[in-house]
C-alpha cells in the first residue's frame, strides 16, 4: 500500500514537474507547480512529516503561490514569445543527456546507500507540532530568532522595491 | 509490489526533480517562470532533508526544511517585488531583453 501510494504522487509530482518546464504560460506553469507541492506534501505525511506537510500546503502552495499567481495576473502575463529560437538537435541532445544524467545519478543513489528497511508509514511518527516546536525553541532558538530578522528585511525590502519612484 | 518504499526511491525522486527544476531554470524565457523552477529546487531538496529525517529517525531534517520555506517565502516577496519594478521600467518580463548588465 505505501509502494502504490508512493507510485501514485511521484508520478504526478514528476508529471506536473515536465509539465512547468513544458507550458509556454505562466499560469499553467504556477498550476504545475501546486501539483507538485501537493504530491510532495503527500509524501511528507508518508515519511511521518505531518507538520511540515501542513506547512507545506498553507505556506508554499497557499501563500506562495497565490502570490505568483497575483504577480502573474496583475502583469497581464502572456504565453512566452519565442524570441529565440533553439534548435532541435540541441533541445533533443539536452533532453538525452538529462535522462543520462538523472540515470547515472539513480545507479550511484541505489549503488552508495547502505542496506536500510524501507519506509513504512507510521514507523516514525515524529515529526508532530510538538516534538517540532520543542526542538525549534531549545536547541534552534538562535537560527529561529535569526530567521525573524530576515524576514524583517525582506519585508523592508519589498517596501522600498515596490515604491512608485524607483 | 514491495509492501515497503526503499529509502533510494525518494531520493531519485528528489534528483529528478531538482534536475527538472534547472531544465526548466535554463530553458524558460519568462522570468516569472524561472523564478517557479527555482523553488522546484526548493522542494526537491526538501524531500532529501524529510527522507534522511526518517533514516536517522530525527526530527532536524524536518527543522531545516521548514527554515528552508522561510527563506522560500522571503526570497519570492523580494524576487516578486523585484520583477514588479523590472517590468514597471522595460514593459517585458523575457530574460533576453533585461540584459543591460550582461558585459
Known amino acids: 500500500m505505501t509502494a502504490l501510494i508512493f507510485l501514485i504522487f511521484a ?34 505525511l ?32 502572456g504565453a512566452e514569445a519565442t524570441s529565440r529560437q533553439i534548435p532541435l538537435l540541441n533541445r533533443y541532445l539536452g533532453m538525452l543527456l538529462l535522462a543520462a544524467f538523472l540515470g547515472l545519478i539513480s545507479f550511484i543513489i541505489q549503488a552508495m546507500l547502505p542496506k536500510t528497511e524501507g519506509v513504512v508509514f507510521g514507523a516514525f511518527m515524529g515529526g508532530t507540532a510538538a516534538a517540532i516546536g520543542r526542538k525549534l525553541f531549545t536547541v534552534y532558538l538562535l537560527p529561529f530568532e535569526v530567521t525573524s530578522v530576515l524576514i524583517l528585511i525582506a519585508i523592508l525590502g519589498a517596501i522600498v522595491l515596490a515604491r512608485r519612484e524607483v | 509490489m514491495p509492501t515497503s518504499v526503499p529509502i533510494s526511491w525518494y531520493l531519485i525522486l528528489s534528483a529528478i ?71 514597471k521600467n522595460r514593459e517585458t518580463l523575457m530574460i533576453d531583453d533585461i540584459s543591460s548588465m550582461k558585459y
Open chain 1, 11 to 44: 508520478g504526478i509530482a514528476v508529471f506536473c514537474g515536465i509539465s512547468l518546464v513544458a507550458q509556454t504560460h505562466p499560469i499553467a506553469s504556477a498550476l504545475s507547480l501546486i501539483g507538485v507541492m501537493g504530491s510532495l506534501a503527500l509524501l511528507y
Open chain 2, 17 to 87: 526533480l531538482f534536475g527538472l527544476g534547472v531544465a526548466g531554470f535554463i530553458y524558460r524565457r519568462n522570468i516569472i517562470t524561472v523564478f517557479m523552477s527555482i523553488e522546484l529546487m526548493l522542494n526537491a531538496v526538501n524531500l532529501t532533508f524529510i527522507t534522511f529525517s526518517y533514516t536517522l529517525k530525527k526530527v532536524d531534517g524536518h527543522i531545516f526544511s521548514f527554515f528552508v520555506m522561510v527563506v522560500a517565502a522571503a526570497e519570492a516577496a523580494v524576487g516578486l517585488a523585484i520583477i514588479l519594478t523590472v517590468f
Open chain 1, 46 to 77: 508518508q515519511l511521518g512529516g505531518e507538520f511540515i506537510a501542513a506547512a507545506q500546503m498553507i505556506v508554499y502552495a497557499g501563500a506562495i503561490m497565490v502570490l505568483f499567481v497575483f504577480v502573474i495576473m496583475l502583469l497581464n502575463a
